[in-house]
């Protein structure tokens, strides 16, 4: 669902550009709403959250669907957490709809996917785990790094239940924004992927801007 934010730029209290390929933590506090840009299109940017009280409590794909009754997020949605708690809501999307479904790439997926020689390739998971090991204060280990969402990115469901990775339905500028309905570490891997159609075979950054 297309909905437009009524927030300006320039009364967000922080921006940051997140460089294709680079990874990026922050913590959102409860009442504070964030806005993702796909500032050049078709870029995927793969995010987890957690319960910035208790990590342990996070992002739960399987929990946010079941609520929903859909596969795709987009405004009006409520992301749930392993506890089956309200972490954050969609206010605002122009791109329309959201992945949470195809999982992250790992150097292991590309093999598996793509080729051997691809092993050493930089990918989503890579850059968690480097995030994790360069901010211990936020308390995340290995085993926190679970289920994301792919913002921005176009993974349809066939109807015979199927999942394909196609070109994006982003383009330069669309948005999503969300309200933290409690204290949230908000961790994303600006993805990296070269070997599917993801970022358009062409990474690129995003920016974040964070309003009171
Ligand atoms: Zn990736």
Same mark, same amino acid.
């Given at each position: 669902?297309?909905?437009?934010?009524?927030?300006?730029?320039?009364?967000?209290?922080?921006?940051?550009?997140?460089?294709?390929?680079?990874?990026?933590?922050?913590?959102?506090?409860?009442?504070?709403?964030?806005?993702?840009?796909?500032?050049?299109?078709?870029?995927?940017?793969?995010?987890?959250?957690?319960?910035?009280?208790?990590?342990?409590? %996070?992002? &739960?794909?399987?929990?946010? *669907?079941? $609520?929903?009754?859909?596969?795709? =997020?987009?405004?009006?949605? #409520?992301?749930?957490?392993?506890?089956?708690?309200?972490?954050?809501?969609?206010?605002?999307?122009?791109?329309?709809?959201?992945?949470?479904?195809?999982?992250?790439?790992?150097?292991?997926?590309?093999?598996?996917?793509?080729?051997?020689?691809?092993?050493?390739?930089?990918?989503? %998971?890579? &850059?968690?785990?480097?995030? *994790?090991? $360069?901010?211990?204060?936020?308390? =995340?280990?290995?085993?926190? #790094?679970?289920?994301?969402?792919?913002?921005?990115?176009?993974?349809?469901?066939?109807?015979?239940?199927?999942?394909?990775?196609?070109?994006?339905?982003?383009?330069?500028?669309?948005?999503?924004?969300?309200?933290?309905?409690?204290?949230?570490?908000?961790?994303?891997?600006?993805?990296?992927?070269?070997?599917?159609?993801?970022?358009?075979?062409?990474?690129?950054?995003?920016?974040?801007?964070?309003?009171?």
């Amino acid at each position: 669902m297309i909905k437009e934010s009524p927030r300006a730029c320039s009364t967000a209290i922080q921006r940051d550009i997140v460089p294709a390929g680079d990874y990026y933590i922050q913590i959102i506090k409860q009442g504070q709403t964030v806005r993702l840009v796909d500032l050049e299109g078709n870029q995927a940017a793969d995010t987890l959250f957690y319960s910035a009280n208790d990590p342990g409590e %996070r992002y &739960s794909a399987t929990d946010t *669907i079941r $609520e929903q009754g859909n596969l795709y =997020l987009t405004a009006g949605s #409520i992301l749930k957490t392993n506890e089956n708690n309200d972490l954050l809501e969609i206010v605002a999307d122009t791109c329309g709809r959201h992945d949470t479904v195809g999982g992250a790439c790992a150097s292991e997926s590309n093999t598996v996917r793509y080729d051997l020689e691809k092993r050493g390739m930089h990918a989503c %998971r890579d &850059s968690w785990m480097l995030a *994790i090991q $360069e901010h211990e204060e936020f308390g =995340l280990g290995k085993a926190d #790094i679970t289920h994301n969402i792919n913002f921005f990115m176009n993974v349809p469901v066939t109807p015979e239940g199927k999942l394909t990775f196609e070109d994006g339905i982003s383009a330069p500028g669309k948005y999503v924004e969300l309200k933290a309905l409690m204290d949230t570490i908000m961790l994303i891997s600006n993805c990296p992927q070269l070997n599917n159609p993801c970022n358009g075979y062409n990474p690129t950054p995003i920016e974040v801007l964070i309003w009171d």
